[in-house]
């Protein structure tokens, strides 16, 4: 009896000695976790120049988050520095543009990065950190086409025009009078393809993507306007969106003001020269 008694008393203790190391390397896998050593963002990597995907790490371009791939870009670029100045590795994960707020209000991802304007809507839903790009709506269209020359909105009566879905972009076609508004588009690949195929005679984009669509293929052309579409600060803004009340904000808001206008403007013009379909 005494030995039996020994023996349980000695797996007892091994028992609770397991148990101890278990829960400390249960608290050391909690305690590094992502939301404490990373920045994890959304984006698409599919506006360029504000985000694109590409196949290596060349210009900055980070590894996205479960697969092959690399993002590059304006964006990559802003949540790079911002995670340097959080002293936290840059994970970037990439997701379809409806599914970035979904993501960030359910804790897939602390932030999004992704040419994404402050809107009253969304405000509802998430906040934003300070302004890190403004930008200005245009047009684009075929080279040597019937509206490569306009120069108002009201040269684009009777045009097929189309815009991201969930965006102001497609909004703002109501303003053209006569327009025939096409059925939105998921994102700016498939509307390049539909101008280049003619399926549309223009999609509505924000200039750096209109530079950065003209320069990656000869046959499209950016028309800015004189008389050009009524919007708001709100609407040509670009912020990174946050979760309610999180804590991130602050520290995020002071790294973009490390960041100059000069710095803003040289990542901007890099970006549009870098993009892949540039090349």
């Not at 360029?48 to 690399?70: C, H, L, M, R």
């Not at 999180?246 to 990542?267: F, M, Q, Y």
């Given at each position: 009896m005494k030995k039996i008694s020994w023996l349980t008393g000695l797996m007892l203790v091994l028992v609770l000695a397991l148990a101890g190391c278990g829960s400390s390397d249960s608290n050391k896998s909690e305690s590094s976790g992502d939301s404490k050593e990373t920045f994890t963002i959304g984006m698409e990597a599919g506006?360029?120049?504000?985000?694109?995907?590409?196949?290596?790490?060349?210009?900055?371009?980070?590894?996205?988050?479960?697969?092959?791939?690399?993002a590059g870009g304006y964006d990559v670029a802003i949540a790079q520095k911002v995670a340097d100045k959080l002293g936290k590795e840059l994970v970037i994960v990439k997701t379809?543009?409806?599914?970035?707020?979904?993501?960030?209000?359910?804790?897939?991802?602390?932030?999004?990065?992704?040419?994404?304007?402050?809107?009253?809507?969304?405000?509802?839903?998430?906040?934003?950190?300070?302004?890190?790009?403004?930008?200005?709506?245009?047009?684009?269209?075929?080279k040597g086409g019937k509206y490569e020359k306009a120069t108002s909105l009201a040269d684009f009566k009777d045009a097929k025009?189309?815009?991201?879905?969930?965006?102001?972009?497609?909004?703002?076609?109501?303003?053209?009078?006569?327009?025939?508004?096409?059925?939105?588009?998921?994102?700016?690949?498939?509307?390049?393809?539909?101008?280049?195929?003619?399926?549309?005679?223009?999609?509505?984009s924000e200039r750096p993507e209109g530079v950065s669509a003209s320069a990656a293929n000869e046959k499209f052309a950016m028309v800015e306007f004189t008389d050009g579409f009524k919007t708001s600060k709100e609407d040509t803004a670009i912020a990174v969106g946050l979760p309610k009340?999180?804590?991130?904000?602050?520290?995020?808001?002071?790294?973009?003001?490390?960041?100059?206008?000069?710095?803003?403007?040289?990542?901007?013009d890099e970006a549009i020269a870098n993009q892949p379909a540039a090349k």
């Open positions: 506006y360029p120049p504000f985000n694109w995907t590409q196949q290596d790490d060349s210009n900055g371009a980070v590894k996205i988050k479960g697969g092959a791939e690399y379809e543009w409806d599914g970035l707020v979904p993501a960030l209000t359910s804790g897939k991802i602390d932030a999004i990065v992704a040419g994404m304007s402050p809107t009253k809507d969304r405000l509802k839903t998430i906040d934003f950190s300070d302004v890190y790009y403004t930008s200005n709506l245009v047009m684009v269209v075929k025009v189309t815009g991201q879905l969930n965006t102001f972009h497609y909004s703002v076609i109501d303003q053209i009078d006569g327009v025939q508004k096409q059925t939105a588009m998921d994102n700016f690949p498939a509307m390049r393809v539909a101008l280049e195929s003619g399926k549309v005679d223009g999609y509505v009340g999180s804590d991130l904000k602050d520290p995020v808001n002071e790294a973009l003001k490390g960041i100059s206008e000069d710095e803003r403007t040289k990542l901007m």
